[in-house]
């Protein structure tokens, strides 16, 4: 790889005079009758003024900056970061869908409340549970309404609660969306296989426990093997069981959440069916409910009357409107148009190949690195820099490296309860070549911690910029170009 040169700001490149576009002179008489009092922009001070050529090679050089999923691995742990196919994005593009207005009469989009209504049911068969809510706007979202759902159903038998039960294995979104919902948090221990510890969550367990929300698989790509026991133990004093279920790519089409005793949950579709979403978005947190809860889900429900679908707002328990129309539509759409065009066995393919290959990473790295959980991986393994931190070399040095190796970094130090984490999630789409060239350079930077660990203490060397401030790019970000005085 050759190192990268210094792209310039557009406006240090502008010239004044510049045209991307030269139209032939005016052979009418001007008017400016049409725009008569339409208060029109004046002059823009200071705007880049460049030729096609410069403006062309300034964003395809910008954009050639960028790691993207077309181009290989991200195995971001925990964010899926599957390959996209490219027909959903075509077909949630498409003008029928793109053009439709949120506000149109239910007549006018009764082919877009059937794309609703029939992902509906299909994730109701997929998570088995009796009712789906597509508004929420990602996945932290949906476990704010699922906790929403279960503080109005509790109250409705009379007393909403006190407190939720949270392992440590947990994603950090779940206790702020527990404490946002008005509960106080309380954690549960993990065991040595990486689990909820039974003894503890029976321990906790009493009747001012409102629920326990539980990531599974959890955060160290482990499947909670105890879970119907658990749900038991939590339905026995009148809790309810909220499933974090973002990373359904390592159960789909094999086990069903709603069949081991989870009452709530909230699926990903950005991650598990497959929508682009680095850089924060958009992102859709369907939330999944058992009959019991069904008659508070958002407003407007979906329904059928006459042969035709309609938007039900007459839903005097519901927790009301979460969401401005329907949630995050065209996601809706890719997500429809990869269930279908993957089918029943295609679906179980999806978490076959995503734990398969998980484990591959697992198996072919260990020993290399330092595995803290060896019970065997679902979706992801969660690796930590242990054994290189004896050379003085730390996980941030390996994320790194990877970058000069031309693969994207893992996830980095989450979960908390390892210590200079690498958790690591290949995705289902990945071929056995793409991930042997991730493991050969992961080899290859355990090597090089051993042998020269100075090369990884000032990686990464290719990049334009190295060793950011991270705190500060993320506290004081420049995000608009100011002229200098
Ligand atoms: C990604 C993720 C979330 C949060 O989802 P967002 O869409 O980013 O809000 C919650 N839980 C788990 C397990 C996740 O992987």
Redesign the pocket.
Known sequence: MIKEIREPLIFEISAAGKRAAELPALDVPETKSLLAGVPLRAELEDFPEVSETEITRHFTRLSQKNYCVDLGLYPLG??TMKYNPKVNERLSAHPAFAASHPLASEDLVQGNLEVLKKLEVFLCEIAGMDAFTLHPA????G?LVGMMLIRAALEARGNARKYVLIPDSA?G?NPSSAHICGYTVREIKSNDKGTIDLASLEAAMTDEVAALMV?NPN?LGVFESDICRIAEIVHAKGGLVYM?G??MNALTGIVRPGDMGVDVLHI?L??TFSTPHGGGGP?S?PVGVKKELAPFLPVPVIAEKAGRYVLDFDRPRSIGRIRAHFGHFSVIVRALCYILSLGPRGVREIAEFAVLNANYIRKSLEGEYHLKYTTASMHECVFSDKLQKEHGVTNLDIAKRLIDYGVHPPTMSFPLIVQGALMIEPTETESRRDLDIFIDAMKAIAREAKEAPEILKAAPHVTYVSRLDEVAAAKFPVLRWEKKA
């Open positions: 925990s964010c990602a996945g932290a979202h476990e994603h979104t990531t955060t974090d973002a990373n990903n950005h991650k992102g947190g």
